[in-house]
């Protein structure tokens, strides 16, 4: 009986074995033939990003008054032309290369190709480009290793604008940085423009005036018109030096420039209005004598629409660039060539609005220096001006409401914010109050 019971037992084991592996091979069967799955690919949108032309823009003005703003170069430095024919400008500025660092990548020379065709197709002359140089160059500093290390990013932006074939270089002249007399520094500086001009061929090296005086601040050189005369006398080769008019900086500076006499006077006294080589074009926003460099955009500041009046009805400022670095108010997004090329067409409406109405404004002036525009002209501008900025800062703020899932806003990477840095330099807040007044490189 057991013997019976013990067969029974093996052959229920027996079965229970054959069927177990029955169901495993099942299963493999089935996970073999289920449909595996596939990673997803990201579909990539191509698009196609055609060569600008001039009649993809708005037609520039044909007068003598050459004016335009500082624009951002990102991307290549052949990218400048585009945003500046976006806004209608007759004439522009540019970085050459970061101002954060003392050394930057050299030109590429398809960037270089590209730039001059592109000057040729749009019609931009050289002498309408004004580059502005590197914030970290101080020419007047006392050390002669920190003033050597100026001097190499100096003469490196004055090739650059040579292999771009521009005729004109701006910078602003230093600091004594509190360790040296005003007028050694005086001669400092004109003794690198003289060894800058050894080594260079044609670009005019173009100092700028500032907005503090040495009295305030101890450092800052240039506030006064007599201390441009005076590196100007010391400079051999006088047909390649001249001077950049800033007029938030003169206003800042004490110079009341509101008036068709204004400033013609003492510049002309001090310095010679021939050495005039260009202008920037800024509202303020602080008070005459402040001290302070805070740029406004044209006809909202303390100067009013009026003084731009005076100054384009002045036959002197005629065929010289004439560079606006006021705010910047239009947001770009993203980095690509079709968002580069988007913000040509759609951004910077502000500084197209200014570049229009300071075209209608110039020339005006007659003979008798009497300058026909009335005050209900000038308030309709204003307004155009006013409604330009209003528009765009709705914009930019819509833009910048932007939030990641989890409701924060989006942090930029360093690389973006560096970018935005040196394209928006010109902002408003190019040198914050007193900020302006400490340089110490």
Request: glycine share 8%.
């Amino acid at each position: 009986m057991s013997s019976l019971s013990s067969l029974s037992s093996s052959d229920s084991d027996e079965e229970d074995q054959s069927r177990s592996t029955k169901r495993r091979r099942t299963q493999e069967t089935d996970e073999e033939n289920a449909p595996k799955p596939t990673k997803k690919t990201r579909r990539t949108r191509t698009v196609e990003v055609h060569e600008r032309k001039p009649e993809d823009f708005v037609v520039r003005a044909s007068n003598t008054w050459k004016i335009g703003p500082h624009v951002s170069a990102a991307g290549g430095i052949e990218n400048a032309i585009i945003n500046a024919a976006s806004v209608g400008a007759n004439a522009f500025a540019i970085f050459l290369k970061s101002q954060r660092k003392w050394d930057s990548n050299a030109l590429k020379d398809e960037s270089i190709a590209k730039f001059k065709e592109r000057m040729k197709t749009f019609g931009y002359s050289s002498t309408h480009i004004l580059p502005h140089g590197s914030y970290l160059v101080n020419l007047g500093n006392p050390d002669r290793e920190k003033r050597d290390k100026s001097y190499e990013c100096f003469v490196d932006d004055l090739k650059r604008c040579e292999q771009l074939g521009l005729s004109l270089y701006n910078f602003h002249p230093g600091s004594t940085v509190g360790a040296g007399t005003l007028e050694k520094s005086l001669s400092l500086i004109a003794d690198c423009i003289n060894r800058a001009h050894e080594v260079t061929k044609n670009v005019t090296i173009v100092l700028e005036n500032m907005a503090c005086f040495p009295a305030g601040s101890g450092n800052v050189i240039g506030s006064r018109f007599s201390e441009l005369g005076e590196i100007i006398r010391q400079v051999d080769d006088k047909r390649r030096v001249g001077v950049c008019l800033d007029t938030c900086h003169m206003y800042a500076a004490g110079y009341d420039i509101t008036s068709r006499q204004g400033w013609q006077f003492e510049f002309d006294r001090e310095i010679g209005i021939g050495y005039l080589r260009g202008m920037h074009l800024n509202d303020s926003k602080a008070a005459l004598g402040s001290k302070k460099d805070r740029h406004e955009t044209i006809g909202l500041g303390h100067l009013g629409l009026r003084t731009f009046v005076h100054i384009l009805a002045d036959p002197r400022t005629r065929d010289i660039p004439l560079i606006l670095e006021t705010p910047a108010y239009d947001v770009q997004t993203g980095s690509s060539a079709a968002a580069r090329q988007r913000f040509a067409t759609e951004g910077m409406g502000v500084w197209r609005t200014e570049v229009a109405v300071l075209n209608s404004l110039s020339g005006r002036g007659k003979d008798d220096g009497f300058v026909d525009v009335s005050e209900e002209e000038l308030e309709e501008r204003r307004k155009e001006i006013e409604e330009a900025v209003r528009t765009a800062s709705k914009l930019r703020d819509a833009k910048g409401k932007k939030v990641d899932e989890g409701g924060k806003a989006k942090p930029k990477s360093k690389r973006k914010r560096a970018v935005e840095e040196d394209d928006n330099i010109h902002n408003g807040d190019e040198e914050d109050g007193d900020s302006c007044c400490e340089s110490g490189h």
